[in-house]
């Protein structure tokens, strides 16, 4: 099973960017299929961003269009989500995935914390 | 409001079995197949269903999933306390080009 190894808390101001890491060691990155998922206290999940590896493409939520990027560092075998233009409503728990081959997000990252104030 | 709707909350005593619904439409749910997850409070969510109605190693039988058209079903028998936690399905919509999760379901074991 992939491991997903995410970065720590965050604490941010209004307008501006979070970078969060999701650190996968052991794999080719360009050949797995990362999500991003994201929930706001006492809410359910939300789908943000992913990458599918068979075409290439990345996918996004159209409500963060624009706002959310995705990157990879083989070197350091670490996914990054940027979210940008912050306000008080991306307050969440940030959750990296894999998409398994057979379907599902068969591995979560431990979840970061990401507080606008 | 979430693409995919699911009940807030349902209920039921120990060794009693609950099915909870996850509703979409063509695009979504009848174009391809729905996984399930559970969540306990503070932590990551848990594969429980993937393809519709397969359970991935680990996971007992107790669980199921079913699809049927536009809508899809978790059963859970045998309930134990500690099955309680947040139920929640995803599946990807083909007009839209994104995942998409409904808004969980609170299972309460009385």
């Known amino acids: 099973q992939v491991q997903l190894i995410q970065s720590g808390a965050e604490v941010k101001k209004p307008g501006a960017s979070v970078k969060v890491s999701c650190k996968i060691p052991g794999y080719t990155l360009t050949e797995l299929s990362i999500h991003w998922v994201r929930q706001a206290p006492g809410k359910g999940l939300e789908w943000m961003a992913g990458?599918?590896?068979?075409?290439?493409?990345?996918f996004h939520a159209q409500m963060l269009q624009g706002r959310v990027t995705l990157s990879v560092d083989t070197t350091s075998d670490t996914v990054y989500m940027e979210l940008s233009s912050l306000t008080s409503e991306d307050t969440a728990v940030y959750y990296c995935a894999h998409w398994g081959a057979l379907g599902g997000f068969d591995s979560w990252g431990q979840g970061t914390l990401v507080t606008v104030s | 409001q979430s693409v995919l709707t699911q009940p807030p909350s349902v209920s039921a005593a120990p060794g009693q079995r609950i099915s909870i619904s996850c509703s979409g439409r063509?695009?979504?749910?009848?174009?391809?197949?729905v996984s399930w997850y559970q969540q306990f409070p503070g932590t990551a969510p848990k594969l429980l269903i993937y393809d519709s109605d397969k359970r991935p190693s680990g996971i007992p039988d107790r669980f199921s999933g079913s699809k049927s058209a536009t809508s899809a079903t978790l059963g859970i028998t045998g309930l134990q306390t500690g099955d309680e936690a947040d139920y929640s399905c995803?599946?990807?919509?083909?007009?839209?080009?994104?995942?998409?999760f409904g808004g969980g379901t609170k299972l309460t074991v009385l």
């Open positions: 995803a599946t990807w919509d083909s007009t839209l080009n994104v995942m998409v």
């Open positions: 990458f599918d590896p068979g075409d290439g493409k990345t």
């Open positions: 063509g695009s979504n749910i009848g174009k391809n197949p």
